[in-house]
């Protein structure tokens, strides 16, 4: 089925088709697309961001929304498999929109669900929408996804948006800096992925001058619920925190993206300066994932 697992279920090709879908939808979000249709929300872990803007998306689209925001209201809490309630709610609805945090959860739930499956985050595994509205807020600052010097900073080891987002860029031959500490750098999974595709990346545990070069600067949160040991999570907490004063020497065009939510990484005078963009990339979800929708039940 059409089901977004992971940002490799989609070729070069349909990344691209998607954001020219998603420019349709921001200069017209309101449409009958979803009409008749009904959409299960469908998150077994907290969300500001996603679940509001997947439910916006269908809203604008004309569509329903059944579902719950808190596995707790849900028979989870008796007992029931994950498979059971996802095969359940697929005869109820025409797509599911699922976040949860196992790692391989909704590769699992599309094989079982009769209809298709978007994945809202695995885990600390894949976020296939996000990079999609990622991609679109690169296009749309850049002109372009071409050639571009990326800089990841922060938990890359967890932070699942940035394993999809590097996946995705990988088609559009970018130049990628990561800067982690030690703790937290990149999967040795992904370098590898990196490595076979010819990707040039290099990795920093220094957040300082070499940003100038950056055309995106993408910021992440470190994140605290993935940590098996808080006191680990208390030695990186705050590893990096972006200032303004930092921004002085970057690149015109460069641009700050984060995925939200903050927590200390990106002090609050960063939000007026104008290379600030986090805020337009949250916005940009609505109209990448009404596209994510539309393609998902070939509309
Ligand atoms: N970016 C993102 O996934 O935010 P939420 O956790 O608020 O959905």
Redesign the pocket.
Known sequence: NKSLVSIDDYTKEEILEVLARAAEFEKNPNCSLLEGKVVASLFF?????????FETAISRMGGRIVGFTDSSSSSVTKGETLKDTTKMVSNYCDLIVM?HPIEGSARYASEVSDVPVIN??DGANQ?PS?TMLDLYSIMKTQGTLENLNIFMVGDLKYGR?VHSLLMALSHFNPTFHFIAPPELEIPRGYKIFMEKNNIKYFEHTEFNDIINDADILYMTRVQKERFADPLEYEKVKNVYILKNDMLSNTKDNMRILH???RVNEIAVDVDTNPKAYYFEQ?LN?VYARQAIIAKALNL
Do not use: I, K, M, V
């Not at 872990?45 to 803007?53: H, Y």
């Open positions: 872990e907290p969300s500001t961001r996603t679940r509001l803007s976040r809202a985050g976020h996000q948006t995925p939200l939510p949250a979800g």
